[in-house]
């Protein structure tokens, strides 16, 4: 089940994969580089067996892309081992690592997933809610956690709630996902999500609530880069279809930028639903001018650019018919560093297009993510350096716009008090550093 549930979240991570299994009495745990189908054989899956099972898809925020930082991470506190799958990013990771040092903690990896991990089982506690509550009090920044000791299953999310995490059920048991799409392909029914600040606890007598605790500020902030890139387009997240939100994203800026076009073609994949939502508004056909190679995986979670500009090379390629002597409307999830757009439109270009209008579902990116996106630092995101017009150049559209802001939050219909909109506005949820530096834990 973990492992079918991990092919479905393959989209989230694809450096590393990982599967911990509790029978009770102990807890096995197999980590492998690459993706869920290289890191696990046949073989490997026979000796998991248990009652309880948590896996984790590794896309590094923290930390660098080698075995010792795969997940899930096993940690053996005085009274309690456990394993622990972390989608975030820990802000105060270096103060609290420091922290744990002194305690005697010793560290195999360099990420702020270990640094959880211990936290967790070394706290000063005496039950679940004691060492949920300290833990909360102690953790700065954005982090969905599934916790497994021999004999239970714990879910947790930071009180801001950036990251997913949701409820399904199944059978006679209940399952943890980032995204409910993974739940869809065991055939697990969808409850709910996991709330901001709650922490869940699963064993023999069931699912129930333990901990709760609102964010200081008493607002939450949902990631809104989930919603234009992150999930998958089949997933809900707070109650809305991914697909339909994109849809709305693509419709929104057909009314912020209409321009006289004969196609409408969205960039593969996650940018179709919001060329169909364009066409739509629009009045302009939707059709494909662009195939994706399906399995070079997402270049933006590469690791690092030369990797992301080396699978943008293999990653698209066009139909040279369909474009040809054509007005093209591209719709674009985003613009980060400026690697794919550029040869985007010089492939249509080269393939016949004789206008290339370019619209882009997320607002201007100038800020860097400290919550489990790996945005770049300010001097690597295009837009922090660069006008609207000055990337028009660069990337050679003959228009492109953005959606705006409010276009945005209409689209997925939430109140701005209740999203993360950082990467848009340099205006973070929580205090961050100016810069802070992806390695900083390695040795």
């Known amino acids: 089940m973990a492992f079918f549930g991990l092919y479905a979240l393959q989209h989230r991570g694809q450096e590393s994969a990982g599967i911990a299994v509790a029978d009770g009495d102990n807890i096995r745990v197999k980590t492998a580089m690459g993706l869920v189908g290289q890191a696990f054989q046949e073989e490997d899956l026979s000796t998991l067996t248990g009652h309880i099972s948590i896996g984790h898809t590794r896309y590094s925020t923290t930390g660098s892309s080698r075995i010792e930082n795969a997940q899930p991470i096993v940690s053996k506190g005085p009274d309690i081992t456990l394993a622990l799958g972390h989608n975030g990013n820990v802000i105060n990771a270096m103060d609290l690592k420091q922290d744990l040092l002194e305690w005697g903690c010793t560290f195999n990896g360099t990420n702020d997933s270990e640094i959880i991990a211990h936290l967790l089982s070394n706290a000063p506690a005496s039950n679940w809610q004691e060492r949920i509550a300290y833990c909360m009090r102690r953790l700065e920044g954005a982090y969905a956690l599934t916790i497994m000791t021999k004999g239970e299953l714990v879910g947790m999310r930071d009180p801001l709630g950036v990251r997913p995490l949701c409820i399904g059920k199944f059978h006679d048991g209940w399952v943890l996902a980032s995204e409910s799409c993974a739940l869809d392909h065991i055939g697990a029914e969808f409850i709910r999500d996991v709330e901001p600040g709650e922490a869940v606890l699963i064993d023999e007598k069931g699912l129930r609530t333990i901990y709760k605790r609102d964010s200081v500020t008493g607002r939450t902030a949902g990631c809104m880069f989930e919603y234009i890139y992150f999930a998958r387009p089949d997933s809900i997240l707070s ?123 997320a607002p201007p990116i100038v800020a860097p993510c400290h919550f489990g996106v790996d945005m770049a630092t300010r001097k690597e995101l295009i837009a922090a350096n660069m006008s609207v017009e000055e990337i028009r150049e660069f990337v050679g559209a003959d228009s492109l716009g953005y959606l705006s802001h409010e276009g945005l939050l209409r689209a997925v219909s939430i109140s701005k008090r209740n999203v993360c909109m950082a990467c848009f506005t340099g205006e973070y949820p929580i205090p961050v550093q100016l810069e802070m530096d992806k390695l900083a834990l390695e040795v």
């Open 239 to 361: 109650g809305k279809l991914v697909y339909s939100t994109r849809m709305a994203m693509g419709a929104e800026l057909a009314k912020e930028y209409a321009t006289d076009a004969d196609i409408v073609i969205g960039v593969p994949d996650s940018a179709i639903a919001a060329a169909v939502g364009y066409s739509q508004e629009s009045g302009i056909p939707f059709g494909e001018g662009l195939i994706k190679n399906r399995y070079v995986g997402r270049t933006f979670i590469q690791p690092d650019q030369r990797m992301r500009e080396l699978g943008v090379r293999r990653k698209l390629n066009t139909l040279p018919e369909l474009i040809k002597d054509k007005r093209i409307i591209v719709v674009d999830d985003s613009i980060v560093r400026g690697t794919t757009t550029p040869h985007v439109v010089s492939l249509l270009k080269k393939g016949g297009a004789k206008e290339v209008h370019l619209r882009i579902c």
